[in-house]
């Protein structure tokens, strides 16, 4: 059995593993008494830009810096149509670009170093991660020294350089241990009353110490409480390991004390869990010891007890299940068009257009939307303006198409998005005010149509400058929207005091006005400033804000999407039945969308003043 390379970046970040199996067929044949010996190398793109080349390609990868060798696979011999046995553990961050050059080699030796000077290129393939990912299954034509390669698409003849053929599947799922637990006959720990019981449940370590890993709900004066249904991830919980022990802690919650009272403790395994909770008709019962009571107490029996049942093991699905069964991300961007921008036509503007250099709207759009498009295989995005006056119009339209004249606000690709944002800039009076209903409302609309199914996920994406008018309306449009497959995400630029803004990302707590409480947080809200400048002073080039950006404004989004489809009882396609994918239409070209039109590195970001 060979053991898979491991592709790790940063250990310390939550990330979600993918191994890459990797074949490829109808390869050329470069041998003149036998066929090609080919072997494949993975790179990552770990320096420079992060956007597929459209220019030819000179200097060869292994010798290029900003690329880095991530594996690389075992030499097939004689076979022009291999199947690598080596697979490739990859960390695959939703919220990043993460660019990977497949390259094969005929090889001329059975040792291949990393100068690769003396071996037969064959074909290169070039692509993000979210691109093998989206699809389960990719194939692609590989290029020959100067070209990236290009996807397979269904009426395509065979390439003279053959094909790559590349499977993702998520290496590790995410298991849960769940089951009931309630508690008979705790100790009263109030004076006056019954005890508020809770409990904790802690990892214990090999050096003796714990972690705490999930906490159950307070139940008020109750000495026999039963608790919600648990689920707790087996790998944070015990490292799946059946035997590792387990803590549980039950506490009295004190309102008018700074510390709570134990009650007691207890402590059991997996592996406890499973066959005496888990037996149908069978209940786990576990006594609660409190130590002090016990030393004092001679006759002292136990604190309590805990009787655990239904324990079982479960699969909740993740992002990548329900990318891999076809789920679309469906992309709407609104941008603020408003008088507080100041005039487009001065540097001091925040839509001022400085040659070969990007504005803080431009930068926020092409980072989320770099990202997105490659969970969107339509590549069509629906573009809104709001706070402007139309050409024609006196009254200030609060919802409008960014390219003026479409009905439905679709443009094609990234490059049909700054295009429309750019024409509406040179064609549209500034007004106001700041209001977000309006548009939170006709995107909610389209997401209603969703609810029935796994198909699609709406997000929607408001670049900002100032704060919301309509603040009362758009919290109550946010609530009603959140049972929705909506996600929200909102991007402040400019120099404003946003702080009430961050009202809307209810992180801590649900968002809630008057009676109304959401089902869940739908939105994410983060200050441009806060991307661009350097620690040491200066500012970043628009390349790294961007890459930064976008790790943090779609960070929650995976968890949104699963959250959203949990509480709805869905479940995914399999990758084998999928949804059906739209193809872009015949005007997409995807050259267009990795242009960016602007310096490596840009100058300060900030108005002019």
Not at 28 to 35: G, I
Not at 151 to 165: E, F, L
Not at 550 to 575: H, N
Request: proline letters at 5%.
């Amino acid at each position: 059995m060979n053991q898979p390379s491991a592709l790790g970046l940063n250990e310390s970040r939550p990330k979600t593993n993918v191994r890459l199996t990797i074949s490829a067929n109808n390869l050329m044949d470069l041998d003149v008494f036998s066929v090609s010996d080919p072997i494949c190398i993975i790179y990552e793109k770990t320096s420079g830009r992060k956007s597929t080349t459209t220019d030819p390609i000179t200097l060869p990868t292994w010798r290029d810096r900003q690329w880095t060798e991530r594996g690389r696979t075992e030499i097939v011999w004689n076979n022009l149509n291999p199947q690598f046995k080596t697979t490739f553990l990859l960390p695959y961050f939703f919220e990043e670009t993460q660019l990977f050059r497949f390259e094969l080699y005929d090889v001329d030796s059975k040792v291949v170093g990393t100068d690769l000077t003396a071996h037969d290129f064959l074909g290169r393939f070039e692509c993000v991660l979210a691109q093998i990912v989206s699809y389960s299954t990719f194939r692609a034509h590989l290029g020959d020294k100067e070209q990236i390669g290009s996807q397979v698409k269904p009426k395509d003849k065979n390439s003279k350089n053959g094909t790559i053929t590349i499977r993702a599947e998520e290496d590790e799922k995410n298991e849960k241990i769940q089951f009931d637990v309630c508690g008979e006959g705790l100790d009263r720990k109030d004076f006056f009353g019954k005890s508020d019981p809770y409990l904790n449940f802690k990892r214990r370590f090999d050096d003796g110490s714990s972690h705490l890993i999930h906490q159950t709900e307070v139940k008020p004066r109750n000495l026999n409480p039963r608790w919600a249904t648990v689920q707790i991830n087996t790998q944070a919980l015990c490292g799946k390991n059946l035997d590792r022990p387990i803590l549980i802690e039950c506490f009295d919650h004190e309102k008018f004390k700074k510390q709570d009272d134990i009650i007691g403790t207890s402590q059991t395994t997996l592996n406890e869990l499973l066959t005496e909770g888990g037996k149908t008709g069978s209940t786990l019962q576990i006594p609660l010891i409190n130590e002090k009571k016990k030393t004092k107490k001679s006759k002292y029996r136990n604190s309590g007890t805990l009787k655990i049942w239904n324990a079982k093991i479960i699969i909740e699905p993740t992002f990548l299940d329900f990318i891999s069964g076809g789920t679309q991300l469906d992309f709407s961007v609104a941008v603020d068009f408003t008088a507080s921008n100041g005039n487009p036509s001065t540097p001091s503007s925040l839509h001022y257009m400085a040659s070969g250099v990007p504005n803080q709207y431009e930068i926020a759009l092409r980072a989320v939307l770099s990202i997105c498009q490659h969970y969107n295989s339509s590549k069509t995005f629906e573009a809104y303006g709001f706070g402007a006056k139309l050409p024609g119009h006196h009254l200030v339209s609060a919802v409008f198409p960014l390219d003026l004249h479409s009905k439905n606000a679709s443009v094609v690709g990234i490059n049909g998005v700054m295009h429309a944002y750019r024409h509406a800039l040179q064609n549209v009076t500034l007004y106001g005010p700041t209001n977000f209903s309006p548009i939170i409302e006709q995107v909610a609309k389209k997401a209603q149509k969703m609810i029935n199914s796994t198909a699609r996920y709406q997000i929607l994406l408001i670049i900002t400058d100032g704060i919301i008018s309509d603040m009362y309306a758009t919290i109550n449009t946010v609530i009603s929207a959140s049972g929705l497959p909506l996600s929200i995400i909102i991007i402040g630029v400019g120099n404003e005091d946003f702080e009430r803004m961050h009202e809307l990302d209810s992180d801590d707590a649900l968002l809630q006005q008057d009676s109304r409480i959401a089902q869940r947080d739908i939105v994410q809200f983060v200050t441009m400033r806060d991307f661009l400048s350097r620690t040491n002073g200066g500012y970043l080039d628009a390349d790294t804000v961007m890459e930064n950006l976008a790790r943090e404004v779609l960070y929650e989004v995976p968890a949104q999407l699963t959250g959203y489809m949990k509480q709805r009882g869905f479940t995914p396609r399999t990758s084998d039945d999928p949804w059906q994918r739209d193809s872009p239409p015949d005007e997409y070209d995807p050259r267009m969308d990795n242009i960016h039109n602007i310096r490596a590195s840009a100058p300060p970001l900030y108005p002019q003043v």
